[in-house]
């Protein structure tokens, strides 16, 4: 697939809209960018305050319900004796009574000293478990009350447990409740509801007491740091895959930890809450910005256009005095071309002569036409030589052809035979088997190569080399032209396409423009020209020719 060269106008165009772009829009961006850092730091200030208001209500409410429910169980506990709670009817009624005054107990049951259950009311199959072995009963008997994290237990479910040790006539009786954690999760997450922040409560190893989303299970471990023991409420940033302020609270003697998490406002969330005022008129500078920066563009484009035209004009001129004295170079070794096959011609006109004087042209017809097919061959030859010559006098057009790349390099060395045979330079072409045909002008390339030629044998001595490369490159050809001379100083490598600048022993003799010229022919065609050049390896510039020259 071959690459379309690019119109160098265009391209400048471009770098210029994109120059007054850059300073129309960068002072409006910046501003926007301020505003949105502000309005950024307000947002985020109110957050912390919501987030840490939130907790201190949350807070306050969990302690009051989970102390509530345990101080009721304390107060059944105490309100009868053991043989009256061990009544299957009695428990059921007390059960009863503490599902309609507060609707956080699931399950209720009296247990023995044994671990095992006196009585038991509630949706579970415990009655014959023995819980003598389980650390929370194992606590309860020694502390009096004991409220648990969310675990598994016989149940093999989450759930949570609330106890409490009633002693009588010298015997300990414990009773135990499940506690709702679903309503118990509602009444968390119902502080968040309204500014969108996530609220729940994690135990001392990280895992969720309680859920804020369907997707969030109990005891799961949450993705937070472990957080430390703190008073009050403290909020702080975190960035576990998103900016977030976390705000925490530690209740219940520091078994939990109420956690409220709410991401950093994003940039649509800001826009939605900044002035319509301000955002209509940063649009407005958006618009119209590009607008006015296109139309600076295309107008300066015109102008810069105007004086390009007047500089290649000149530029041809130049070209076309350059080119003419190339040709007066080559007028030497025309001439001894054209001579040696005109004298070829004239002795074998002499020999004709003579036969046809000695009347002996009937003898031997053979001959004459030998002599008749040598003269027909030199002349030939002579109007081959002047025919290259007046093919590359023709002023330079602007007619586009087909063109064989490794032709028409082929033919540009034909000019200059007798001079690399005069100074025995050796050429070496390295040519691709397949090289595409370009649609370009040859007269203009040729121009080119003869440049470069010229440039190579004035930089060798006797005995030098000059590599000539063809090959296919992306979007069109590749045309290296290599010698192995003394090479470019470095400080002169970076000028050797200025105008009337020259590297070449008497100056006074060269005019400095050959690669100057060579630089805006390439760029006419569309093409790119480059030089390398170091001591040890001469010089070698390489030109880039696209498919099609783009003209436009």
């Known amino acids: 697939m071959t690459r379309p060269a690019q119109n160098p106008y265009r391209r400048l165009r471009g770098q210029m809209f994109l120059v007054l772009l850059a300073f129309g829009l960068l002072p409006l961006i910046g501003m926007g960018i301020a505003g949105f850092v502000a309005n950024r730091a307000a947002f985020e200030t109110r957050t912390r305050n919501v987030l840490e208001a ?296 002499g020999v004709l002569s003579d036969i046809l004087a000695e009347g002996a042209v009937s003898a031997d017809c053979a001959e004459f036409e030998d002599r008749i097919a040598k003269i027909d061959a030199q002349v030939e030859r002579a109007r081959k030589v002047t025919h290259r010559l007046l093919g590359f006098s023709r002023r330079v057009g602007p007619e586009l052809e087909p063109v064989d790349v490794a032709a028409a390099l082929n033919e540009t060395v034909s000019f200059v035979e007798k001079e690399i045979e005069a100074s025995r330079v050796h050429v070496f072409r390295d040519f691709a088997a397949e090289v595409p045909l370009i649609r370009s002008n040859l007269s203009q390339m040729q121009q080119v190569f003869l440049n470069l030629i010229n440039n190579a044998l004035d930089a060798l001595h006797e005995g030098g080399e000059v590599r000539l490369m063809v090959r296919p490159a992306e979007g069109g050809v590749e045309v290296k032209v290599e010698d192995n001379g003394p090479g470019i100083g470095e400080r002169d490598l970076t000028r050797i396409f200025e105008p009337f600048f020259s590297t070449k022993a008497g100056k006074g003799q060269h005019s400095g423009l050959g690669l100057a010229i060579c630089q805006e022919i390439m760029r006419n065609l569309g093409g790119r020209i480059s030089v390398e050049s170091s001591a040890a390896r001469g010089t070698a510039f390489t030109l880039w020719f696209p498919m099609e020259t783009d003209n436009a």
């Open 54 to 349: 939130m907790v201190k209500n949350r807070r306050a409410t969990v302690e009051l319900f989970l102390e509530q429910t345990l101080r009721q169980l304390e107060l059944a506990a105490a309100a009868q004796p053991a043989a009256k709670l061990a009544e299957p009817a009695t428990l059921e009624s007390l059960f009863a009574e503490m599902r309609r005054d507060h609707g956080a107990i699931i399950d209720l049951g009296l247990i023995g000293a044994d671990g095992r259950h006196i009585a038991y009311i509630g949706p579970y199959k415990l009655a014959d478990l023995d819980y003598s072995e389980e650390p929370w009963f194992q606590q309860v008997m020694v502390v009096g009350r004991y409220e648990s994290d969310i675990f598994l237990g016989f149940r093999r479910f989450p759930h949570m447990v609330m106890a409490v040790k009633k002693r009588e006539a010298g015997a300990d009786y414990i009773l135990r409740a499940t506690i709702d954690t679903d309503l118990l999760s509602e009444l968390v997450r119902e502080g968040g509801l309204e500014s969108g922040a996530d609220v729940f409560i994690l135990n001392r190893a990280g895992e969720y007491q309680t859920r804020y989303s369907d997707e969030h299970r109990l005891m799961e471990r949450a993705d937070l740091a472990a957080i430390p023991l703190h008073s009050g409420v403290r909020v702080t940033e975190a960035s576990a895959g998103r900016r977030e302020y976390v705000a925490t609270a530690w209740l219940r003697g520091d078994a939990w930890v109420l956690v409220a998490r709410q991401g950093v406002p994003g940039f649509v969330a800001l826009i939605r809450n900044a002035h319509p005022g301000v955002i209509g008129l940063f649009v407005l500078g958006l618009v119209a910005i590009p607008l006015i920066s296109q139309f600076i563009a295309r107008h300066r484009m015109r102008q810069i256009r105007g004086l390009e035209t007047e500089r290649a004009a000149l530029y041809e001129s130049v070209a076309q005095t350059q080119k003419m004295a190339a040709i007066g170079r080559l007028a030497a070794g025309v001439a001894h071309e054209i001579n040696n096959p005109l004298a070829i011609i004239q002795a074998q006109v």
